[in-house]
């Protein structure tokens, strides 16, 4: 798997990283977690299909399971791409609000 696979489903997937980025979840803190800091509803549904994408990209992995929850952590690579694409988002953020400020005076 390559990055531009996993950037097909980016959203997702980079919100799904950034909330593992502080500690360990499994899908159904994961969901909420994200509801919390992004506003975003993923669905009722555990977002396994993306966490099996991020763990096939050696992005996260899957911890033993704790009674029925498999929980997920992010792994040193994941961190690294995550960093990547939170730097890259926010430069992108920041000249297009620069762009914008200058449209509107």
Not at 1 to 13: H, V
Not at 68 to 81: F, K, S, V
Request: aromatic share 6%; charged share 25%; with cysteine.
């Amino acid at each position: 798997m390559t990055s531009d696979s996993i950037r097909g489903s980016s959203d997702r997937s980079i919100l799904i990283l950034t909330s593992l980025a502080d500690w360990p979840k499994h899908g159904y803190a994961l969901i909420k977690d994200i509801e919390g800091f992004a506003g975003v509803k993923l669905g009722a549904c555990p977002p396994y299909s993306a966490l099996a994408k991020l763990e096939q990209a050696g992005l996260v992995e899957a911890l033993p399971p704790e009674e029925r929850r498999r929980p997920y952590r992010i792994t040193a690579t994941g961190r690294e791409y995550l960093y990547l694409r939170l730097t890259e988002s926010a430069r992108i953020a920041e000249v297009g609000l620069r762009r914008i400020a200058v449209a509107l005076s």
